[in-house]
């Protein structure tokens, strides 16, 4: 026998008249065959429960850890052990398998283990909706503004395009054990399906230019028999759903998410579907027109339900501002599978198929078991925030003015009427148009438009009006700062290339700057004046360092034209509103897609310029809106513009931040967002005369929705293990044929596991007691939060 626990069988077995068979007689001394025909290779039942355990917790392959075994047996080399690798990776498929049949009690079934149904083996999520399981009887009837929402489906649809596989073997050489039993759909019908739908075409994104839809076509997938991973996971508790996995050919395309949501929606009957997808704005669109192309028994009767759509937190801020409010939804990432893919991407189709299964239920396992810190976790969390989210709406309602009392009410309806059916206008958007200065620049074309029909229009240049003088200076302004960042990036080794495009550059601009004068000249006459007296200084001006002499410059040395102070004011509030957050977002997505997709130092190279990049557009954006705030300060007493300061506040270096990121010290149900994503204009231009009303709805409708959002699924959980118990319990009751032994094995492992689950009842039950009677109460009567 060898040392490192695969051993090469010599054995002398029992042939009396009670004996077992080969097989048997092994098993019972603890030892796994590689095979049912005349073993003559076993291993260790100790081994096999060693590398199963460190394959979960350290992703070891299988490879790495038979050759610590050879090492360990002669680490000179002087004696080679025998090559048993082929035997011992029969052995894990089969042990992996035996384990998933047997923990899912399967082999209970008095019609056998092939009678198991699809997904039969997988581990489900006790926090999730589980008719017949975990949910009264009367869970249809409930009250759509009491616990329905508990009852609703949370699924989230992602890709991994890590776990991909090389083409090696196929399904008739390396078939897979479980027959679609676990996480994985059926292999037949689903390449069946690609099959008879490999020539549509995917519609192109209408939101962001988002990879995941407008690349599916060009991602190389030479030498890969799948690119990737499709999943349907419970989004809440992060758990894999029964058979919602299956490969990608090339990329993520929406017939293969197709297949795998309709193949999750066979295994449930609520009526309620919360979906979160990051492409879900594009991939809603032709959802239910595509589903009559399934068949029958994947089709879903959806107008007898209640389904959401939601974008994952994660890829908000990546989306259009309209997908912003419209899908907003917190979201649990990919669970911790990654590492696994770099031991399965050489694998054969069924052995990938079977190890990732094996996984995945182990990751569900592990969730369950950890339900009871996690979720007692969650609301010790969630009652400190709640006094929190509470002051603030009190804080808000003593904010709000007596003539808008009687909004409240409405605003309330509102929030309601939206929540119960999203095609209701969306409380959370403003009601207008945004603040751009295209458009800003678009409304002074059509005044200019608008006083040449009157006949009030008095023009002093044939190609310039005033708006489009004060409108091409901030354009020469914003070159100016382009060209001093420029300047100061060149350093000291700069090549010649860099400094010639460099003195074009000013070339050009000092030529731009010449002919804009000239006009600027015939409207602003006092101009000239102001010039000659700099040059009388003998200070030589360079192009980036020309003064302008904008309005704002002018008012404060000589009078100024009203028109012109009122046009650079629209001109300068726009910008104000209109300069940070789109290079914030482009920050946002970079960096997301870089972390979930680029590896290699060659495309993190390229990432790393990219971004260094937009940080340069980022910090040019911030030094234009100071440069906004401080003429908006110096023209505003000049044309009695007021109100408007609130919503413009003083930059630091702090408020520069996406919309999903984090300060130190912050958690998502923590996270306070910067300013610049609540300013007025973030969004839209505002009702009122000053923008209060629209900006209080917005804020108060906020401030209720994180006031009542911390709700835990708590009796959910122990409903399911109360179910699971008792479901052991019968198995354990059956009446069983065999040999007294078998039966006595088969009750007492039965017996075994109703005694785990009802520990995990205790557990929780006992872990919850001091916080469920808060949140039965926060349950039953939201009116205590005022709402």
Not at 680 to 702: F, P, Q, Y
Request: aromatic fraction near 10%; charged fraction near 25%; charge should be neutral.
């Amino acid at each position: 026998m060898d040392s490192h626990g695969i051993h090469k069988v010599a054995l002398d077995f029992c042939y009396c008249a009670l004996a077992t068979t080969h097989i048997q007689q092994l098993l019972c001394k603890s030892l796994f065959p590689s095979t049912t025909s005349d073993p003559k290779t076993a291993a260790t039942f100790r081994l096999l429960e060693e590398f199963h355990l460190l394959s979960f917790e350290s992703k070891v392959s299988a490879y790495e850890f038979f050759n610590a075994l050879m090492w360990r047996s002669d680490n000179m080399g002087l004696s080679p052990v025998k090559e048993r690798y082929n035997q011992f990776m029969w052995m894990i498929c089969q042990w992996r398998h035996l384990k998933m049949l047997k923990r899912s009690g399967h082999p209970y079934d008095p019609n056998g283990v092939d009678s198991t149904s699809e997904g039969g083996c997988a581990v489900l999520c006790p926090a999730c909706p589980q008719p017949g399981k975990n949910l009264p009887s009367d869970w249809r009837e409930a009250s759509p503004t009491n616990q329905s929402w508990l009852y609703g489906l949370f699924v989230t649809i992602n890709a991994n395009f890590r776990l991909k596989r090389k083409v090696v073997s196929k399904d008739s050489v390396d078939p897979s054990l479980s027959h679609s039993w676990g996480y994985f759909v059926e292999e037949s019908a689903y390449k069946a399906f690609l099959d008879d739908n490999s020539n549509i075409s995917q519609e192109k994104s209408t939101c962001s230019s988002h990879n995941a839809v407008n690349m599916v076509d060009t991602k190389s997938s030479h030498g890969l028999a799948a690119t990737g991973l499709g999943t349907i996971d419970c989004a809440h508790h992060n758990m894999k759903l029964p058979t919602t996995v299956r490969d990608l050919q090339k990329g993520e395309k929406y017939v293969n998410m197709d297949y795998l949501f309709f193949s999750t929606l066979r295994h449930t009957s609520v009526d309620i579907l919360n979906i979160s997808y990051d492409i879900v704005c594009q991939w809603k669109k032709n959802l239910w027109h595509c589903m009559t192309s399934f068949p029958p028994s994947m089709q879903l009767d959806h107008g007898t339900k209640k389904v959401t759509f939601f974008v994952p937190k994660f890829h908000l801020p990546a989306h259009i501002e309209s997908c912003q409010t419209s899908f907003s939804f917190n979201f649990a990432r990919w669970a911790n599978i990654k590492p696994m893919a770099s031991s399965t991407k050489e694998m054969g189709p069924g052995a990938r198929r079977d190890t990732l299964d094996d996984f995945f239920g182990d990751w569900n396992w592990k969730k369950i078991t950890g339900l009871c810190c996690t979720m007692l976790q969650k609301v010790k969390e969630a009652l400190p925030e709640l006094s929190e989210h509470e002051a603030a709406l009190d804080d808000l309602k003593e904010g709000l003015k007596v003539e808008y009392t009687e909004a409240l009410s409405r605003w309330k309806e509102q929030v309601e009427a939206w929540e119960h059916d999203p095609s209701q206008p969306n409380p959370y958007e403003r009601s207008t148009e945004k603040i751009t200065l295209a458009s800003v620049r678009l409304e002074l074309a059509k005044e200019d438009a608008s006083e040449l029909e009157l006949g009030s229009f008095h023009k002093l240049h044939e190609d310039c009006s005033p708006s489009v003088l004060i409108s091409s200076g901030l354009e020469l302004e914003e070159q100016q700062r382009r060209l001093r960042a420029d300047k100061a990036g060149l350093g000291i080794h700069a090549t010649d290339i860099q400094e010639g495009k460099v003195v074009q550059c000013s070339n050009s601009l000092q030529c731009r700057i010449k002919a804009w004068v000239k006009v600027q000249e015939l409207y602003m006459p006092m101009v000239a004046a102001l010039r000659l007296r700099d040059k009388s200084s003998g200070v030589v001006v360079t192009p980036e360092s020309f003064e302008l002499l904008l309005p704002s410059q002018v008012g404060r040395m000589d009078p100024c034209d009203l028109k012109f102070q009122k046009i650079e004011w629209r001109l300068y509030y726009a910008q104000a509103h209109n300069t940070l957050r789109s290079n914030l977002r482009m920050q946002t997505a970079i960096l997301k897609y870089k972390d979930r997709n680029l590896r290699g130092q060659g495309s993190n190279t390229q990432a790393h310029n990219m971004l260094k990049g937009v940080d340069t557009r980022i910090e040019a954006a911030s030094t234009r809106y100071q440069d906004a705030c401080r003429a908006l300060v110096i023209l505003a007493p000049f044309i009695k513009e007021t109100g408007w300061q609130p919503s413009l506040c003083l930059l630091d270096h702090q408020d520069i931040q996406g919309m999903s990121d984090l300060l130190w010290g912050e958690t998502e149900g923590r996270r306070k967002l910067s300013w610049i994503w609540n300013m007025r204009g973030a969004h839209g231009d505002e009702l009122d005369k000053d923008g209060s009303m629209e900006d209080m709805r917005i804020e108060w409708c906020k401030a209720r929705v994180r006031a009542i959002r911390w709700k835990e699924e708590l009796e959910l959980i122990l409903q399911f293990f109360d179910w699971q118990a008792m479901s052991w319990d019968e198995c354990a009751d059956q009446n069983w044929s065999g040999s007294p032994t078998e039966r006595e094995g088969r009750i007492a492992y039965a017996r075994h596991q109703a005694a785990l689950h009802r520990a995990l009842w205790d557990m929780c039950h006992s872990s919850w007691a001091d916080t469920r009677t808060f949140v039965d109460q926060f349950h039953g009567n939201p009116s205590t939060l005022g709402l």
